[in-house]
């Protein structure tokens, strides 16, 4: 069975910086696709960014050019690097898997999750 562990949330000032990490076992994380997205109270489930087995990554608009998504293989750790947070950027952020190595911005596409890492961005 796939665990999937999230941490490096917390609170931070707009224009601060945080990394989260999402440590994952008992599966073949090296040939996962895995997908970070977030969901802020009363709304609905956000893709972030995915990054392929390989390590190719695509963004949401909303994220582009502040987030960075990266992925140790060696430690089955992927990483989602924000800078430039924003009140926002305020929410739950899980990680996700696809064991079929497909990058998606569809959280329906993804095999395992993780239960989450709170993230508060105050102004």
């Known amino acids: 069975q796939v665990q999937l562990v999230e941490s490096g949330g917390g609170l931070v000032q707009a224009g601060g910086s945080l990394r989260l990490s999402c440590a994952a076992s008992?599966?073949?994380?090296?040939?996962?696709?895995m997908g970070w997205f977030r969901q802020a109270p009363g709304k609905e489930r956000e893709f972030v960014g995915t990054?392929?087995?390989?390590?190719?990554?695509y963004y949401a608009d909303s994220v582009k050019g502040r987030f960075t998504i990266s992925r140790d293989n060696a430690k089955n750790t992927v990483y989602l690097q924000m800078n430039s947070l924003k009140p926002e950027d305020t929410a739950v952020y899980y990680c996700?898997?696809?064991?079929?190595?497909?990058?998606?911005?569809?959280?329906?596409?993804?095999?395992?999750w993780g239960s989450g890492t709170q993230v508060t961005v105050s102004s």
């Open positions: 996700a898997a696809n064991k079929w190595g497909a990058r998606s911005s569809r959280g329906e596409e993804y095999d395992y």
């Open positions: 008992g599966g073949s994380f090296s040939s996962y696709a």
């Open positions: 990054i392929s087995w390989g390590g190719n990554t």
